[in-house]
């Protein structure tokens, strides 16, 4: 019987956009709504849906050897694991969350230091404990289960620290973010003892390159058109490249192939530009990955 890797896929927000990285790194996933193991098309492979909160415990402790999940639930339990690949992504957008500390317009609270002898409602409680310790800030620090913007509204708190994106939700419950105390991102972490073992590194360097090469390609588009030789130049200084436009020949003539990779959101402009310089026969079409060597891979 082969090695097994077993990884760890993001229950929640998360779970549908992992599942279509992998997809595009070559992966398919499948999830049942019964069970918390969804199929996997690799016999190498065993899977396990996991709360993204949770995931950094089971991989300390190796209950799975690589996983999904953000910086912020590494540092809330301060899990002893190794972080080996940034993958910015979501469904709707691919900046840094973060967590900020607000509070209500009126509070009278501008800084951290205002904080001193106030109750703060979050998630991410022994991250924000630590943080306001290190400041010699003494605070009370209380989890919220949800609906944590209502705390300070409904007069349960006196501040919260909360995960936001663009902030939209704390100003429509009057709130203001007065620090932000951490930026984090999906990343992915694994077992210190799984990256040990001579199999299970190289099977897990060869999930994040291909998560990588998966997100590289995300907005970019393949372009290959013809044009004749007195055309080349001035098409080719139009098309950007990762390196620089492919070129060959076609066969018995003096017109050539060329190819290249494009921002999916310029192609539109690019396309009557080409066409007005000599190009012929233009064909876009999708992306999976794009797979560049990496530091360890």
Known sequence: MSQVLKLGIPKGSLQDATIDLFAKAGWKINVSSRNYFPSVDDEELRCALIRAQEM?????????????????????????????????????????????????ENSGINTLEDCAGKTISTELVNFTKRFFAERNIDVNVEFSWGATEAKVVEGLADAIVEVTETGSTIKAHNLKIIHTLLETNTKLIVNKSSMKDPWKQKKIHQIAMLLNGALKA??????????SKENLEQVVALLPSLNAPT??????TDWFAVESVVD??????????????GAEGIIEYPLNKIVEKQNGF
């Open 264 to 277: 999916e959101a310029i192609v539109r402009e690019i396309i009557p530009k080409l066409i007005d310089r």
């Open 56 to 104: 950094a415990h089971y991989v300390e402790i190796g209950t799975i050897d690589v996983g999904l999940t953000g910086l912020d639930w590494v540092l809330e339990f301060d899990a002893d694991v190794d972080i080996i690949s940034d993958l910015i992504y979501s469904k709707t957008s691919t900046k840094k969350a973060k967590w900020v500390l607000a509070v209500a």
């Open 247 to 252: 070129v060959s020949s076609l066969y018995n």
């Open 218 to 227: 995300e907005n970019l588009v393949g372009i290959k058109l013809n044009v």
